[in-house]
């Protein structure tokens, strides 16, 4: 089974703080992407990457950056964290067209 | 519009019946359709994937398709407590796999 792993389940971080959320999954999938969930908006998509060094912006980057060094990992970056960035963040990555598998998600409390 | 829509429920059904989760979508191009499900506090699990128009059947789930109508359902039979959860519809137009997901449909299953 595809393992798909997020650094942190819970993290808190103050306002105004650079925050790295990180993904590694154990296959290879090319595809990776951020989600963001929150309560009556459902799942967001942050941004995504098909490949190594690369990237393109989903539904709502702003605020947001992202890093692919290598295949297995991609990095979510909050550049200068902000309360209106509390939330559920999903990691997910694909391959062809069967559908996505979830990392356990990191819960980000900004304060 | 929203380009996936569902009913955020919840929806109630007593042990034993047939839960019906219902999804439709705005863009005729959509190809692959997924249902994932999402117990509290954790992230989304794919239980069903629907490619053509019709029924796929796996165990106690029925993905249904129909294109024309631009709609997508799922059938839980004999439904039991460990079935509620939150039910997501997603949604993408090939390629890619950049996939759009409705807000969910909570359903409680009543023992």
């Known amino acids: 089974d595809v393992k798909v792993t997020q650094s942190s389940r819970y993290l808190v971080k103050r306002t105004g703080e650079k925050v790295f959320l990180e993904c590694v999954q154990d296959?290879?999938?090319?595809?990776m992407f951020w989600y963001r969930q929150d309560p009556g908006l459902g799942l967001r998509l942050i941004y995504f990457?098909?490949?190594?060094?690369?990237?393109e912006k989903g539904d709502i980057p702003e605020g947001y950056s992202v890093s692919r060094e290598k295949k297995e990992r991609f990095s979510l970056i909050l550049e200068s964290a902000s309360t209106n960035q509390t939330s559920m963040y999903l990691c997910?990555?694909?391959?062809?067209?069967?559908?996505?598998?979830f990392g356990s998600g990191t819960r980000l409390t900004v304060v | 519009q929203k380009e996936v829509e569902q009913n955020s429920g919840p929806l109630s059904v007593p042990e034993g019946a047939i839960a019906s989760l219902n999804c439709t979508y705005s863009?005729?191009?959509?190809?692959?359709f997924f249902w994932y499900r999402q117990y509290s506090g954790k992230s989304p699990e794919l239980i069903m994937s629907?490619?053509?128009?019709g029924d796929k059947e796996d165990g106690r789930f029925t993905a249904q398709l129909n294109k024309a109508s631009q709609y997508v359902s799922l059938l839980i039979r004999d439904s039991q407590p460990s079935d509620s959860a939150t039910y997501l519809c997603a949604v993408n137009l090939g390629g890619y796999q950049k996939v759009t997901f409705g807000i969910g449909t909570k359903l409680q299953v009543i023992p």
């Open positions: 629907i490619y053509s128009n």
């Open positions: 990457s098909y490949d190594v060094k690369m990237k």
């Open positions: 296959m290879d999938h090319e595809n």
């Open positions: 863009d005729r191009g959509s190809q692959s």
């Open positions: 997910a990555t694909s391959t062809g067209i069967y559908g996505y598998t």
